[in-house]
């Protein structure tokens, strides 16, 4: 039935219960229950509409408000907000949280790679960002266990307090981790260390022939669009070519959150379930689930040195010249990478809230604030990614 003839059977039945309007002189209602008594017909829903007739008024001017009809019209309309109200007040009660938005929306991502691919892997550092996807793939999957492997590239020069938590953090959920290393590539004659001393950029051979040996079709990555402008661009699902390549001119349309995971044999794609997310918004996460993080997100003293413009930890890989002076200083890292090209941050950030407070007032990106190898050129980022970097 139509909405139309709805309206019209409301407007009907509403005017046949309502008494009528008297007139101003208080006759309209005697003159309709005359024409019943006579035997004449009653009103009918278009002289109901149309308002009180000629000899049922005086000369006085007749108001649209007299008329019962109006005032059962009136009422039948008042109903619609009435039932919108209510409707709209449910739906606020079940509108999610920014938060919670991000949460499904990277659930249903990584649950979509599982379903689609035949060999996922997640990329695991033991960083913030890969700590919050592997807190995600265990919500997704639970009560059951995350149904791929952690996968994590050592250049050798990472922070121990990472590899610890690595380590521990797997084990705890009964991951399987698959390690490529950077050294064993080094010890072979297969990659050369880089003058500036970092290995960062030395880890794409590493990772593409790790996912080559165990056939990952599909790999997990924690990167964000808010980080770099090449990660700015790259799709949700980021297919990878026969050598592991990447071309930003050569991506899929990903329109209504609708995700293309066609790939031949031997190509592979890279999956960012929390592309969408700011480093506040993973942070805010991490305070509400209550995730661990290793100690070095948080303020703590340690001996530095001033380099490019960061404070670089003294340590086995990362030693100061002899013009760079050691400090003691309160700090803390943003991103956890390679140690020789991370800097920190001064900060006396210690508890999850207060770094919170802290990232919400920051100008820089944590990736521009903290990493040396990024400043290499303007398309540094860029152009390890085409290579087959993260």
Known sequence: ???????????????????????????????IASRSDSGGS?????????????????ATPWAASDAAP????????????????????ASAQHRLSSLDALESEA????????????????????????????????????????????????????????????DRTVERLGI?????SV??????????????????????????????????DAVFGGGRRDEDKARAKERILSLRDEFGQW?????RPELWNLYNGRHT????????????????DVWRYIERENIELPGLYYAHPREVFRRDGMWRAVGEVSQPTEKETVETRTVRYRTVGDMSCTGAVESDAATVAEVVREVALSTLTERGATRADDRISEAAMEDRKKDGYF
């Open 107 to 166: 659930i249903h991502i990584i649950r979509e790679v599982v379903a689609e691919f035949e060999r996922p892997a997640l990329l695991f550092s033991g960083g913030k960002d890969s700590v919050v996807m592997l807190h995600l793939a265990t919500k997704a999957f639970w009560p059951g266990k995350v149904p791929f492997p952690v996968l994590h590239v050592d250049t050798g020069h990472n922070f121990p307090e990472v590899l610890e938590f690595r």
């Open 1 to 31: 039935m139509s909405s139309y003839t709805n309206t019209y059977e409301v407007a009907v039945g509403a005017a046949s219960d309502a008494a009528p309007a008297p007139s101003r002189d208080g006759n309209a209602a005697s003159s």
């Open 247 to 251: 071309d930003p001119r050569n991506q």
């Open 176 to 180: 399987r981790l698959v390690v490529g």
């Open 42 to 58: 009653l009103p009918n829903a278009r002289e109901l509409a149309s308002g009180p007739s000629a000899d049922t008024l005086d």
């Open 183 to 216: 050294q064993e590539y080094i010890d072979r004659g297969e990659l050369s260390e880089r003058t500036d001393g970092t290995r960062n950029p030395l880890q794409t051979v590493p990772l593409l022939d790790t996912i080559n040996a165990n056939r990952f």
């Open 265 to 280: 044999v031997g190509q592979h794609v890279r999956a960012f379930p929390i592309s969408n997310w700011t480093e506040l």
């Open 70 to 89: 109006r005032v059962a019209h009136q009422g039948a309309a008042s109903a619609v907000p009435a039932r919108q109200s209510a409707h709209l007040a």
